[in-house]
């Protein structure tokens, strides 16, 4: 066609890269701002040159879609027309206070408020929408009272690079309080009786580095904590009891926690268990003890152990709840007279309730209450409480076809009370999808999970579209909840699936031991044995398979579409983990020495090296005939940087043997968690359907590449 799109083309600068005496060049590496940490603070500053094709590559991608703009609309306004305008969250309960949050009509960003417990007028707490006017970009990454409920604190984003400042308002007199903190990761914490402030300092190259302590109405900031391995994440967090202030460190193997009394904020913080390399652990003060949630001693799925409060060493653990295999342990919350904890088994959770005169039996699931459904995939989680001396506990239940359930569980009855159900405005039965939970074959034997939604009408002979997502990574699971988007693309007789992938830990810590490190691989072949199960069972066919993926979900997209393109008309890689082996060589970007657990060290590690090199998508782009491909990125995205999609995509241009055309599309005022409002976030969504719907019906020589 003479008059399609014509793609930009990137110019060529060859770079050559020795490490561990292989030589490679790479073409695009210009695309990197060598002050690539001035741009996440400041995008306005990226060099010309960069700047300049990034918006060629928008404007192509946007003319190659403009047939589907208004489909882009339709899917919108459908996506809109299942959110309840005037949304609020069930109130949480702190004290003499109602806290929650709520938008109103047509707001793209919420209110935070509070009434008084049992009835009351509304205080505003923070109007996030009149903090957001004039902005491209606002986002409020953490929000909290202060115990004594006379301050409220915020974490505010501007640009997208997620280094934010942190603001305190006098709720008494409804003023911001001066001198706001800066550069912080965004996570921060009172003091018990609310008068000193703990937060995390960011680093020049975008890492928490340390934490400090200001008075909470304004002061110099205290220095107490530095951490000095720079593959280290910290944070810092007061205990439900409010009895502890905890400083936690760690990367995906190791961990290590430092405790303040609470009672004495101004104490120097002092190490728990020193750093065992392999061993995670957490701290969770309850009542006469700690509980600590460990995989130490071969607790593969994880424990629970126990510790004196005034020795909490690992000298002194003892069991509390035994590992069993194949029952992983998520987390655990304790109440002044109940732990409970969250396990998922066979990929679906399950919650279990154990009072305090139970925690010294022997086998405590034996005597502990649960709480399960009888879906055949759903989720259940715990939704977290204000106040430790409670008999309630607030969890939610959804499914894929069922929306948003809120209950308070008595914790000595038992008794459930349903507080809230997810509203579908435009309408939604339940009844009229079904939800399936199937197992395809990896390669080696391993069965791996497909979650699918799909009408309870649509026809299971091939002749459905199929969006088959999947992420694998870090040991996070693709939970089996509700959403609203999806129906978009369901009620149009697409099929929804998840590729349960290993990487994750959908089956527990082994499954995502079995797609880490040595073993990502599997994490691709999973994916590509998961497409291929569908075409077997006639519930999808080459070609009509649109593959979804983003962050290093992205990395799994890269991966399959060298491994298997043949299966899909389109692969949606959003902000991708692509330009792998460069991305942990490079020591100054944010992620790379905190990351080298889970992927290797390719700069020390030979192996490593290797391994990366023969999967990382960038590498491995090679002739052969690509699909469609929409890669999306954020210019201010400290985690996946904006170069990794536009190398990606430039090279994949290069070289593609089909005429499906090779899109990149960077979101010029937005970072990793794209477009900031609901509503706007909701437009990438729009886009991302309206292009697996194109890319399946558009003829393949429809577009020149």
């Known amino acids: 066609m003479t008059d399609a799109p014509t793609p930009p083309r990137a110019r060529r600068e060859p770079k050559q890269i020795v490490q561990h005496g292989q030589e490679r060049t790479d073409f695009y590496a210009w695309m990197k701002d060598e002050n690539w940490q001035t741009v996440l603070r400041d995008p306005s500053v990226l060099r010309a040159d960069i700047a300049e094709h990034l918006r060629a590559e928008n404007r192509y991608a946007d003319a190659v879609l403009a047939p589907t703009k208004p489909l882009q609309e339709l899917i919108l306004a459908e996506m809109k027309g299942r959110l309840k305008q005037d949304e609020m969250s069930p109130p949480v309960p702190d004290g003499p206070f109602d806290y929650y949050v709520r938008y109103e009509p047509g707001a ?88 000193w402030l703990f937060w995390t300092w960011r680093d020049e190259n975008g890492r928490p580095a340390r934490i400090y302590r200001r008075p909470s109405r304004g002061g110099e900031d205290t220095l107490i904590y530095e951490e000095r391995d720079p593959g280290f994440f910290i944070g810092v967090g007061l205990s439900a009891s409010r009895a502890w202030i905890a400083i936690t460190a760690g990367d995906q193997e190791t961990s290590e926690t430092l405790l303040i009394p ?30 600590i949630h460990t995989n130490a001693g071969g607790a593969t799925d994880f424990a629970l152990m126990q510790a004196p409060l005034d020795a909490p060493d690992r000298a002194h653990w003892t069991p509390l709840l035994p590992h069993r295999p194949g029952h992983f342990i998520i987390g655990a919350s304790v109440f002044r007279d109940h732990l409970v904890w969250i396990e998922r088994k066979d990929v679906n959770n399950r919650i279990l309730v154990l009072p305090h005169t139970a925690a010294g039996g022997a086998d405590p699931r034996a005597v502990a209450r649960e709480i399960a459904m009888p879906e055949e995939a759903f989720l259940l989680s715990l939704d977290g409480s204000y106040e430790y001396d409670t008999t309630t506990l607030r969890y939610s239940y959804q499914s894929p076809t069922t929306p948003r359930h809120w209950y308070d569980y008595d914790l000595h009855s038992g008794e459930t009370v349903l507080r809230k159900t997810q509203e579908v405005p435009s309408g939604h039965d339940p009844d009229a999808y079904v939800t399936r939970r199937l197992h395809a074959t990896a390669p080696d034997g391993a069965e791996v999970p497909i979650t699918l939604l799909m009408r309870r009408d649509t026809p299971t002979d091939g002749s459905a579209a199929v969006l088959l997502y999947g992420y694998g990574s870090y040991g996070h699971a693709i939970e089996a909840s509700f959403s609203t988007r999806t129906l978009s693309l369901v009620d149009r007789g697409w099929i929804h699936a998840v590729a349960h992938v290993r990487g994750g830990s959908e089956k527990g ?66 902000v991708p983990f692509v330009d792998m082996l460069n ?30 090199r023969s999967y990382s998508p960038y590498e491995n782009v090679a002739t052969r005939p690509y699909p469609a491909i929409l890669a999306m990125g954020g210019l201010s995205d400290p985690r996946v940087t904006y170069w990794e999609p536009a190398k990606w995509a430039a090279a994949l241009r290069d070289v593609t043997t089909s005429e499906r055309p090779i899109l990149c599309r960077i979101n010029m005022e937005a970072g990793h968690g794209g477009s900031s409002g609901r509503f706007d976030a909701l437009k990438e969504a729009a886009l991302v359907q309206a292009f697996a719907i194109w890319a399946v019906e558009q003829p393949a020589s429809a577009v020149n590449r």
């Open 262 to 291: 609470g009672n004495d904020p101004t104490a120097l913080p002092r190490v728990a268990a020193p750093r065992v390399k392999g061993e995670r652990y957490e701290l969770i003060p309850w009542r006469d003890r700690f509980v």
């Open 108 to 195: 793209q960003h919420p209110l935070h408020a509070r009434r008084p417990r049992g009835g009351g007028g509304e205080e505003v707490l923070l109007d996030v929408q009149a903090l957001s006017a004039g902005k491209d970009y606002f986002v409020v990454g953490s929000a909290q009272h202060s115990p004594d409920h006379a301050l409220y604190a915020w974490a505010e984003d501007s640009q997208g690079s997620e280094v934010y400042r942190i603001q305190l308002r006098d709720l008494a007199t409804g003023e911001t309080l001066p001198g706001p903190v800066e550069s912080s990761t965004g996570d921060f914490c009172f003091s018990p009786a609310g008068d």
């Open 583 to 612: 991305t942990m060589s490079d020591v100054s970007l944010p992620l790379t020495p905190p990351e080298w657990p889970e992927w290797g060290n390719p700069i020390e590690d030979a192996e490593a090296f290797a391994l990366i």
């Open 509 to 574: 810590w082994n499954w995502f031991l079995g797609g880490r490190g040595p073993t990502k691989p599997n994490s691709f072949s999973d994916f590509v044995a998961c497409a291929r199960f569908l075409i077997d069972r006639n519930l999808a066919t080459a070609g009509r398979i649109v593959a979804h993926g983003a962050s290093a979900g992205g990395l799994l997209m890269g991966g399959v579409a060298n491994l298997a393109p043949e299966l899909f008309a389109g692969i949606v890689a959003q």
